[in-house]
C-alpha cells in the first residue's frame, strides 16, 4: 500500500525534463507498448505500461529503486506501434538515468564498474592474452587503469576507500 505521502507529483515532470522523457505525459495507458513486447512475452515482471503508470502517479522511489526498469531491451516495437509518440526506450533510458543519479544502481553495473576501475575493462587482460595478440600481429593492451579510474571518479563512480574495504 502506497501512502500519498509518499507520492512526489514532480517525478513525471523530472522525468519529462531527462533526454528522452519528454513524451511521457502522452501516455493514456492504451497497453499497446505491453501487448507488442518480447521482453514481457518472457517475465511478467516488466511492463512497460505498468511503470510508466507508476511514474505518471509519482511513484519515484517504488520506480527507481526496482529491477524492473533495467530490463527493455530496446528493441523499439513498442516506439514503432504506439499511437501517442511516447518512445519508450528512450524514455526508460531516461528513468534509468534519473535512477543512476539518485543512487538506485543495479548489481550488474555495480559488479561492470567494479571491473574497470579494477582492469580498465571489462575482462583482465593478461600476459596471456598480450601473447596471443602478439601471435597475430594485434597490437599489446597496456593493463593501465589510471585513465579509466579517472573518469570513474569524475562520474562519482569511484572511491580509493570504498574499494580497499570490499
Not at 500519498?4 to 514532480?10: I, N, Y
Not at 592474452?129 to 585513465?147: A, Q
Amino acid at each position: 500500500m502506497i501512502h500519498s505521502k509518499e507520492l512526489d507529483p514532480d517525478f513525471k515532470i523530472l522525468i519529462s525534463k531527462e533526454p528522452g522523457g519528454e513524451n511521457i505525459k502522452k501516455c493514456f495507458s492504451c497497453g499497446t507498448c505491453t501487448a507488442g513486447c518480447p521482453v514481457r512475452e518472457i517475465t511478467d515482471r516488466y511492463n512497460p505500461r505498468k511503470i510508466i503508470r507508476m511514474a505518471l502517479l509519482g511513484m519515484k522511489k517504488e520506480v527507481l529503486s526496482s529491477q524492473f526498469i533495467w530490463l527493455c531491451s530496446s528493441c523499439y516495437t513498442c516506439y514503432e506501434r504506439c499511437p501517442q509518440d511516447v518512445r519508450i526506450p528512450e524514455l526508460m533510458n531516461a528513468i534509468k538515468n534519473i535512477a543512476v543519479r539518485e543512487g538506485y544502481v543495479p548489481p550488474a553495473m555495480k559488479a561492470q564498474i567494479e571491473l574497470l576501475s579494477s582492469h580498465g575493462r571489462l575482462l583482465e587482460i593478461t600476459e596471456f592474452e598480450n601473447d596471443k595478440r602478439k601471435e597475430s600481429d594485434l597490437p599489446l593492451l597496456p593493463g593501465r587503469t589510471e585513465d579509466v579510474k579517472k573518469i570513474l571518479k569524475e562520474l562519482g563512480f569511484y572511491h580509493e576507500e570504498k574499494r580497499g574495504s570490499s
